[in-house]
T-cell receptor, first 111, second 115 residues
Framework: QQQVKQSPQSLIVQKGGISIINCAYE??????FPWYQQFPGKGPALLIA?????SEKKEGRFTISFNKSAKQFSLHIMDSQPGDSATYFC??????????FGSGTRLQVQP | GAGVSQSPRYKVTKRGQDVALRCDPI?????LYWYRQALGQGPEFLTY????????KSGLPNDRFSAERPEGSISTLTIQRTEQRDSAMYRC?????????????FGPGTRLTVT
């Protein structure tokens, strides 16, 4: 079973702080690593994604850091806001195939 | 444009009944994926299609589960002789099929409850 391990399971951050969620993978064939954001009652929404040929990708307050040698990647949310409170899933795949998801991180940003 | 839609949004059925879950992908998207998501967990892959061809069904739990996409657009996931363990959120995603990496967009899901 191909796995993606995600931590922490839950995270509480103060407004304006930095939220950091980590993922590790085993399958070196994975070549596409998206992050999804899910609000209660909604489907997962694509947030940001990275390919292994770059070590970092930034979109607004969201940054993915990628460490190919360690087979790890992380999501950083800068200046976290209460509206960022959601469950975040990392995922991995080989390009065109189905996604393998992590177990999710429930983020709570306190005002 | 419209996103991925799924119907019904909620389905309650009795053990032993058959159910059919429908997914309508984003217009023009050639790839369609089915996942199952348990409460508090990430989605788990069931099967996927490129156009009408089923590319991978390795995630289907057993032969009670089947899926089709006969015209390369709408897809139906069918569960025969439902069991309580089939209760879950069933999610569909689609992607355009353009480029090397397929961004997948998810629908709202169908919550299946087997009593």
């Amino acid at each position: 079973q191909q796995q993606v391990k995600q931590s922490p399971q839950s995270l509480i951050v103060q407004k304006g702080g930095i939220s950091i969620i980590n993922c590790a993978y085993e399958n070196t064939a994975f070549d596409y690593f998206p992050w999804y954001q899910q609000f209660p009652g909604k489907g997962p929404a694509l947030l940001i994604a990275i390919r292994p040929d770059v070590s970092e990708k930034k979109e607004g307050r969201f940054t993915i850091s990628f460490n190919k040698s360690a087979k790890q990647f992380s999501l950083h949310i800068m200046d976290s806001q209460p509206g960022d409170s959601a469950t975040y899933f990392c995922a991995a795949t080989t390009g065109r195939r189905a996604l393998t998801f992590g177990s999710g991180t429930r983020l709570q940003v306190q005002p | 444009g419209a996103g991925v839609s799924q119907s019904p949004r909620y389905k309650v059925t009795k053990r032993g009944q058959d159910v059919a879950l429908r997914c309508d992908p984003i217009s023009g998207h050639v790839s369609l994926y089915w996942y199952r998501q348990a409460l508090g967990q990430g989605p788990e892959f069931l099967t996927y299609f490129n156009y009408e061809a089923q590319q991978d069904k390795s995630g289907l739990p057993n032969d009670r589960f089947s899926a089709e996409r006969p015209e390369g657009s709408i897809s139906t996931l069918t569960i025969q002789r439902t069991e309580q363990r089939d209760s879950a959120m069933y999610r569909c995603a689609s992607s355009s099929g353009q480029g090397d990496y397929y961004e997948q967009y998810f629908g709202p899901g169908t919550r299946l409850t087997v009593t």
